[in-house]
């Protein structure tokens, strides 16, 4: 839903504009897509469009529309209407007396994401809200799109219906589900399949090793798993996207399909290929957990900027934690995977010291401007929603598990909220899901909310996996004085990209952007770092020679004790009966 959803009815009466687009590709090598608007049957003296600043499930301002050029508007008998930008995404063009109006203009689109457009010789890909206008108090209009591709054999692949008789034409019954129907143009493969009497597509634009038979077998358990979960599909058909790329790995979801970007050769390594399917599971969860399951700050969309909840550790965290499971569940990976896969991501919250600094509500309010804004400092100042809220939802699901033998857990959570607030799309408040959580449990959680997604203490997990026979523990590996230090080669320099809080570099000086030359006089690179460190023990001090804004500087650094830099989950010793039986009902397996 936009900000139109009060529109009145006489809005969407037969007096109400007829809306089109074209997107043509005429020149793909020079990455602009050639738009046309349409607008019919228009009765006012001023028509407004606006520009989407972001796309939903993407929680950054992005500007889009800094890409577009070359913008015109006419009246159908091609005369020029003037025009004048009011804002940086706000055009308004004068139509008294005009009833049709042609807008053209284009798109600048060569950013490969799930989330931008990308055209070129091989594809075009975009998504209609870093695209197309919207035109305010008529959002709920629906609107027919168009494309025209530059070859013949150029397939479209989009969730949205085709429009009847009609080439290449589909219809959105509103802004908002255009703005969530992404298309693919291309030559890309399109492969069909079924799941439970549902028709399913994935579309494969670009080379690798992936192998679409094992990648539908696989995402068909997935699909079975989480729609035995909620009870059932909520779409009539769904299109995976996939965009096998050099670099990234990243996913956008949408009600009705989703968009994955994954390494071209990163499907034939299991665990790479595992990732892979956990994206999968992740993206297709989310078409009920928060493209159904909104917060009540995501209930209505603003699209001209930031859209606030502190609940993301819930939409994208629980998510993330079900991402590790539901493979699992579907037979993808066994549990020993599953415990391997959770102690890398309790290992990366335990190694970010940002962790006991910001909490997992206000990272959610502030991934506008923190999350996806990462700069020198926010290691030390922020942690992700995505992680913190995944390790948060693993206590919960536990702790529920826990307290009633198994006959309960964080699923009956998801179903309570998809009957409460997901089926009706009635958006949340963070009191409710905690209500929800707390119903569940059976038990009042304001102490476990206070501490531990509203403030920042350290998140318990021997205490929640010990009913279940696991522990955490540190992985083993030679002592590490701690310098407190990360660098990355860049350009032929090894350049420092973060420096620890407290740590006896920042005590010293060296700063974050410093290039790192040498300890004690010898080369060291990023690579060789920590073997030179092995070198030394805890409180011997070493002389570290960086440049610091091209000034040479030779600071004396005492190194302090190793940090823990790995945990796993191992099991404890000799466990009882009880942590068996909670293990094999958590986990589908013994020990």
Known sequence: MTEATAVRRDRLSNTAPKIHYQVAIREPQSHLFDVTLTVQNWQSPILDLKLPVWTPGSYLVREYSKHLQDFSADSSEQQPLAWRKLSKNHWQIDTNGVSEVTVRYRMFANELTVRTNHLDVTHGYFNSAALLFYIPEFEKQPILVTIVPPKPEWRVTTPLPAADGQANTFQAPDFDTLVDSPFEIGS???????????????????????????????????IEVESQMFGGLPYDRYVFLLHLASTGAGGLEHKNACTLNYHRFGFRDRDKYNRFMQLVAHEFFHLWNVKRIRPKGLEVFDYTGENYTPSLWFSEGTTSYYDLVIPLRAGIYDAKSFLKELGKEISRLQTTPGRLVQPASESSFDAWIKLYRPDANSGNSQISYYLKGAMVSLLLDLLIRGRHSNQRSLDDVMRQMWQQFGQPETGFTPEQLQQVIESVADMDLSDFFKRYIEGTEELPFDEYLNPFGLRLVVEEEEPIPYLGVTAKTENGREAIKFVQAGSPAQLAGIDAGDELLAIDGFRVTSLSLSDRLKDYQSGNTIQVTVFHQDELRMPLVTLADPRPSAYKIVPVESPDDVQKQNFAKWLGSGF
């Open 188 to 222: 890309h493969q399109l492969h069909h399949f079924e799941v439970l009497g549902k028709p399913h597509e994935l579309a494969i634009w670009g080379q690798g090793n992936a192998k679409p038979e094992q990648i539908i077998e696989d995402t068909q358990k997935i």
